[in-house]
């Protein structure tokens, strides 16, 4: 598996879809604004001094949604052919349940459309009710279901986490660790104890290598921050990898230094993503 949004060097761009089947996709997603119960009784009864929340933040959501591509920086623009904004107001919880679908028929998905539809619906809500409620919180913005494409259909309450995959990214061949054949500049062969690490782009360049095997013994924690300070136990150079810019991703996911790590996963530094 591969991050689809980088190139053989590493470096970012858009993923070309000129070739891809043109085919009915379908996204849905959803979160959740929770608040006071006095905040959520005056959003009922129509009393919050910026007027009609709902009916601003469904238009606030459908046109997040249309101009998604304006805020993700590699997403393509998309003639969608229909986004809805649904809410739900919950008593019981104190929150309002939001709810977008986007649909189109093109060459890719519109997971983030609908994603970003709920993420704009759900900052309205909190800017329309803001006045008297400044402690609302905004939580469980997630993909509920995908429809189209080659990956075809998911759906969250059938599909378990670790067989998600992009799109437009074929299934991955199941490798043996020992038949791998990854060397470090050192010779050691990979096993299944091992951590590969890569350096993508300009790192690189600058560390004069692609990757590297990390022992589990090496570690003094088990988390991103303890790759980190294995590689510069071998090395100072590494310690460039402790620059707030430097991005790190585990197993295609992007995470933060206080991410825990297994035997056999995947890390990958590399610099900001800057346009594509």
Not at 107 to 118: C, I, N, W, Y
Request: overall charge negative.
């Amino acid at each position: 598996m591969t991050l689809t949004h980088l190139n053989a060097r590493g470096e970012a761009h858009m993923v070309d879809v000129a070739d891809k089947q043109e085919t009915r996709r379908e996204a849905r997603a959803r979160g959740a604004v929770h608040m006071q119960a006095s905040t959520l009784a005056l959003l009922s009864e129509g009393g919050l001094p910026k007027g009609d929340v709902l009916a601003t933040a469904r238009i606030a959501g459908i046109q997040a949604a249309k101009r998604t591509h304006e805020l993700i920086p590699l997403c393509h623009a998309l003639a969608l052919s229909k986004v809805t904004v649904e809410f739900t107001l919950d008593a019981e919880h104190d929150c309002v349940h939001v709810e977008a679908f986007c649909r189109l028929n093109g060459r890719t998905g519109v997971e983030m459309e609908a994603l970003t539809a709920v993420s704009v619906a759900c900052l309205t809500l909190y800017d329309m009710c803001k006045a008297v409620d400044k402690g609302m919180t905004i939580d469980g913005v997630r993909l509920e279901e995908k429809r189209g494409g080659r990956s075809g259909e998911w759906l969250r309450e059938t599909a378990p986490e670790s067989t998600q995959r992009p799109e437009n990214e074929a299934p991955e061949e199941a490798i043996e660790p020992s038949s791998m054949g990854l060397i470090d500049p050192s010779g050691a062969v990979s096993t299944a104890s091992d951590l590969k690490v890569q350096f993508l782009a300009e790192l690189r360049e600058r560390f004069e290598m692609p990757e590297i095997l990390l022992s589990w013994d090496q570690l003094p924690s088990h988390d991103i921050a303890g790759v980190k300070l294995a590689l510069i136990n071998q090395d100072p150079k590494f310690k460039a990898l402790q620059n707030q810019r430097v991005l790190c991703a585990r197993n295609d996911a992007m995470c933060q230094d206080g991410a825990a790590i297994v035997r056999g996963d995947r890390i990958a530094f590399f610099p900001p993503v800057t346009g594509g």
